[in-house]
């Protein structure tokens, strides 16, 4: 009976053993191999994923969102470099000559163009040339009245309604942050506004629309409005397409960012300020506080 129970015990113990020896030696297999196989599905999926965009979307995809302008090298696009103001005021003539009667630029006082674009005469001169409502006065009674320097621009239509009626229901964007709200900033302004081409093989666009392949869907509202002297400029310049393209293109970076001058020159000044604050602070460092950490006080 003794012998029956202990040869019982001794295959109980044998396989309790064999069975944590297969546990041990399949867990950490399963383990690797569940991690590999999860590791390559993930893949998979990344890998179709991307394939799938890159030659079944991509052409829809183009389509839909615009070309992607190229980059240009604009005078004001450097770490330390600032707006050229002579390019602003032909910007400006461009944008009150040709923009101006579709688009507004609510967010810029006559104010803004003073030391920047124009004399203080100039502007006052500009802004008494448009009316503005003002009131109410003694009689309570609403007046018209020239403009000062503090009025903002004139709108080109009273509201949202009357600039969709005038442009078969596209409303024209305010032009105030342009080169902010859209990708590519003023490059894409550039582009869109000279790269009116023909409709190519296949792409249909709708009467009263016009095809430029930058703008998202490529049919867009708005016609080609620049053309080789259709602006004469006061002081001379040649007035091509390009050049007014990147006239208007410099006025509105510059109407979206007014401050951009004065930021950079505050940068330089902080930078100079954080050099001499970083240098002074290596200084004593090295040579005022280093030797008393590092002396040793010996008693006698």
């Given amino acids: 009976m003794l012998s ?37 599905v993930t893949a998979g999926i990344i890998g179709a994923t991307a394939l799938t965009y890159m030659y079944v979307d991509a052409s829809a995809n183009m389509a839909d969102e615009g070309l992607h302008p190229p980059s240009h090298p604009w005078p004001h696009s450097g770490p330390l470099d600032t707006f050229d103001h002579a390019s602003i005021r032909r910007g400006y003539q461009v944008y009150r000559e040709v923009c101006s009667a579709c688009h507004s630029l609510d967010r810029i006082a006559w104010r803004n163009l003073i030391d920047v674009s124009h004399t203080e005469d100039e502007v006052k001169a500009m802004a008494e040339e448009f009316e503005y409502q003002d009131g109410p006065d003694d009689n309570g009674e609403m007046f018209m009245r020239p403009g000062k320097p503090a009025d903002y621009m004139p709108k080109a239509y009273p509201n949202e309604e009357a600039a969709r009626a005038a442009n078969a229901g596209a409303l024209p964007p305010d032009l ?8 590519g900033g003023e490059d894409y302004v550039f582009a869109l506004l000279t790269g009116y081409v023909d409709a190519p093989g296949g792409v249909e666009v709708r009467e009263g629309l016009n095809y430029n392949p930058y703008f998202p869907g490529g049919a867009i509202a708005m016609a080609q409005t620049l053309f080789d002297g259709v602006v004469e400029y006061e002081d001379g310049t040649p007035a091509t397409a390009s050049q007014m393209a990147k006239d208007v293109c410099t006025f509105l970076a510059w109407a979206a960012e007014p401050e951009h001058d004065e ?21 004593l460092k090295k040579f005022k506080w280093a030797p008393l950490k590092t002396r040793k ?3 006698k």
Avoid: C, D, E
């Fill in 4 to 40: 029956r129970i202990a040869s019982q015990t001794a295959r109980r113990s044998v396989k309790q053993l064999s069975q944590q020896t297969r546990f041990a030696s399949t867990k950490p297999a399963f383990a690797g191999h569940s991690n590999k196989q999860a590791t390559a």
């Fill in 176 to 183: 105030s942050l342009i080169t902010k709200a859209r990708h």
């Fill in 263 to 283: 930021r950079k020159k505050m940068g330089m000044k902080a930078t100079v300020i954080t050099v001499g604050l970083v240098a002074l602070s290596v200084y």
């Fill in 297 to 299: 006080i010996v008693y």
